[in-house]
T-cell receptor, first 114, second 117 residues
Framework: TQLLEQSPQFLSIQEGENLTVYCNSSSVFSSLQWYRQEPGEGPVLLVTVVTGGEVKKLKRLTFQFGDARKDSSLHITAAQTGDTGLYLCAGYNAGGTSYGKLTFGQGTILTVHP | DTEVTQTPKHLVMGMTNKKSLKCEQHMGHRAMYWYKQKAKKPPELMFVYSYEKLSINESVPSRFSPECPNSSLLNLHLHALQPEDSALYLC????????????????FGEGSWLTVV
């Protein structure tokens, strides 16, 4: 069974602060996706990373895939109240019985206070 | 356009009712999914359809019955549900089942909130 450990589970910060969310696993993933979900809405895809060591930037968000493709991080610079939501990492392993299944982390609930 | 449309947005049903959730996508995706999500928890996979055929059933109770009438539509028929089945039900689609990469990504709908009373 593949597991993705996501941390922290809860994060409460002031507007303007920086933060990092981590996803770690003992398993290798072929690709990893990050989603953001607001209350009452479905998850919205932020990024997909596929190459070990890959870094992708989306405005104030920076995503990194570990060299060994076992871990990933999401860094937000100068957080805004609009960043509030549930952040989910989801990994995919192309082998065996995992075909077509994403492994989700437990999620990080981010609250940015004005 | 990366839109997956789900109806209804909210559904309240009794334990003896029969209802259906509907999902539609027009992105030409050939894989469609049903997920169940409890509050502040990650989505849990229920079913995967690939090319209109059921590919994965994650040991979901038979009171949930999926149907894929065509490549754009996915239904979830509900019958004799329990209060613990109350959750957000998410539909999703991807170009294909399997290797998820930058070119094969899952897109989620906004979900249908189900309350069983």
């Amino acid at each position: 069974t593949q597991l993705l450990e996501q941390s922290p589970q809860f994060l409460s910060i002031q507007e303007g602060e920086n933060l990092t969310v981590y996803c770690n696993s003992s398993s290798v993933f072929s690709s990893l996706q990050w989603y953001r979900q607001e209350p009452g809405e479905g998850p919205v895809l932020l990024v997909t990373v596929v190459t070990g060591g890959e870094v992708k930037k989306l405005k104030r968000l920076t995503f990194q895939f570990g060299d060994a493709r076992k871990d990933s991080s999401l860094h937000i610079t100068a957080a805004q109240t609009g960043d509030t939501g549930l952040y989910l990492c989801a990994g995919y392993n192309a082998g065996g019985t995992s075909y077509g299944k994403l492994t989700f982390g437990q999620g990080t609930i981010l609250t940015v206070h004005p | 356009d990366t839109e997956v449309t789900q109806t209804p947005k909210h559904l309240v049903m009794g334990m003896t009712n029969k209802k259906s959730l509907k999902c539609e996508q027009h992105m030409g995706h050939r894989a469609m999914y049903w997920y169940k999500q409890k509050a502040k928890k990650p989505p849990e996979l229920m079913f995967v359809y690939s090319y209109e055929k059921l590919s994965i059933n994650e040991s979901v109770p038979s009171r949930f019955s999926p149907e894929c009438p065509n490549s754009s539509l996915l239904n979830l028929h509900l019958h004799a549900l329990q209060p613990e089945d109350s959750a957000l039900y998410l539909c999703a689609s991807s170009p294909g089942q399997g290797y998820f990469s930058s070119g094969n990504t899952i897109y989620f709908g906004e979900g249908s909130w189900l309350t069983v009373v």
